[in-house]
């Protein structure tokens, strides 16, 4: 059974930084696509970012803000968020897909952790 873990959630006030981090471990195949979404109270799962092989995506309303990166050997993600905004408030998610498309589509996604809460005030 793949295992997820997500660390690095925190409350931060508008315009700071927060590093969100994803290991992986018990993974059957290498360098699969992996994601980030959220969900905030209220409403649905949303699609953040996401990266396979050389190739990132982002929802237009991260983009130049949050940066996906991925170190392949500690099977490890990493989501970058700099200038947080209120908005940004959600409990974040990492997911592993399991190899379809698009990658804005939670139902590509095989594994998930349990979610870090991320809290942003104003």
């Known amino acids: 059974q793949v295992q997820l873990v997500e660390s690095g959630g925190g409350l931060v006030q508008a315009g700071d930084s927060l590093r969100l981090s994803c290991a992986a471990s018990?993974?059957?195949?290498?360098?699969?696509?992996m994601g980030w979404f959220r969900q905030a109270p209220g409403k649905e799962r949303e699609f953040v970012s996401a990266s396979r092989w050389s190739l990132t995506y982002y929802a237009d309303s991260v983009k130049g803000r949050f940066t996906i990166s991925r170190d392949n050997a500690k099977n490890t993600v990493y989501l970058q968020m700099n200038s947080l905004k209120p908005e940004d408030t959600a409990v974040y998610y990492c997911?592993?897909?399991?190899?379809?498309?698009?990658?804005?589509?939670?139902?590509?996604?095989?594994?998930w952790g349990q979610g870090t809460q991320v809290t942003v005030s104003s």
């Open positions: 018990r993974l059957t195949f290498s360098s699969p696509a």
């Open positions: 997911a592993v897909s399991g190899g379809g498309w698009p990658l804005s589509d939670d139902r590509q996604y095989a594994y």
